[in-house]
C-alpha cells in the first residue's frame, strides 16, 4: 500500500429529491448528519445554476450545527459561491488543478477536491493532478444513476486502494448488507444514496450504516 492515507470523516451521503419521500435536499442532509454523515454531498442534475446554487446555500445553513463536511457535485462555482466545503468532479466537469487554481484564488485553501473513477490509471491521474479523494464509481450496480453501468466490483477497489496514498470512496449500490465488503477490500468510506435518503427514518438508517463503516474500520 502507498503511505499511510488521512481517513474521511464517517458516512458519506449523497442528497437525491427523487427518492426522499418530498425531503428537500435540506431536510435529507440535516437528517443524514444528525445520524452522524461525515460528508454530504449535493447533487441534482435537474436544476439550473442559479437554483442548485440556492439549494446549496440551504444545504450549508442546516448542517452549520453539525461537524460535517459539504461538497457539491459537479460545479465548482456553485461550491465557492454557497461556501460549500469542497467539490465532487466526474470525469467530464474540468480538471483537478483549475479547480484547486479557482479554489486558491477565492481564498479557499481547505477546499476539498474529490474525482469518480473508473480504473487505476484514472485514480492515479487524479491523484498526481491532486486531488483529496478519488471515489470508484459504481462498486455494484446501481439504480440511482441511470448512466452507471455495470459495478466495478471489489477486486479494482482493491487495486486502486494498493496504488493510491489518498482516501477511498466507494460509490454505487452500497447497502447496510455489503457495505462492510467495501470497507474491507480497502474503501475508506462508503456514499450512499437510496440506502439512507430513500428510508422512512434517514437520521435511523445513517446511524446504522455510519456504525457499520466504523465497525468494518475498526477489524482492519
Do not use: W
Request: net charge negative.
Amino acid at each position: 500500500m502507498p503511505p499511510e492515507h488521512t481517513t474521511l470523516p464517517g458516512l458519506y451521503v449523497v442528497t437525491d429529491p427523487a427518492i426522499g419521500k418530498g425531503r428537500s435536499h435540506a431536510a435529507q442532509a440535516s437528517f443524514a448528519a444528525a445520524g452522524g454523515a461525515g460528508i454530504i454531498q449535493l447533487r441534482d442534475k435537474h436544476l439550473d445554476r442559479r437554483a442548485l446554487l440556492a439549494e446549496a446555500v440551504a444545504v450549508r445553513e442546516a448542517l452549520a450545527g453539525y461537524e460535517t463536511i459539504f461538497v457539491v457535485n459537479d460545479s465548482l462555482e456553485v461550491a465557492l459561491e454557497s461556501g460549500a466545503g469542497g467539490v465532487h468532479l466526474g470525469q467530464g466537469d474540468g480538471s483537478v488543478p483549475a479547480a484547486r487554481a479557482a479554489a486558491c484564488a477565492a481564498g479557499r485553501t481547505d477546499f476539498l477536491i474529490g474525482v469518480s473513477v473508473g480504473s487505476v490509471d484514472e485514480a492515479c491521474r487524479a491523484v498526481a493532478e491532486g486531488a483529496d479523494y478519488v471515489a470508484l464509481s459504481p462498486v455494484f450496480a446501481t439504480g440511482s444513476k441511470a448512466d452507471a453501468g455495470a459495478g466495478y466490483g471489489l477486486a479494482l477497489l482493491s487495486a486502486i486502494r494498493t496504488a493510491v496514498p489518498v482516501p477511498l470512496v466507494a460509490i454505487g449500490g452500497i447497502t447496510i448488507a455489503n457495505v462492510q465488503d467495501v470497507i474491507r477490500a480497502g474503501a475508506d468510506t462508503a456514499a450512499v444514496i437510496s440506502a439512507v435518503i430513500a428510508q422512512d427514518d434517514v437520521t435511523a438508517a445513517a446511524r446504522a450504516m455510519a456504525d457499520a463503516i466504523e465497525a468494518a474500520r475498526l477489524l482492519r
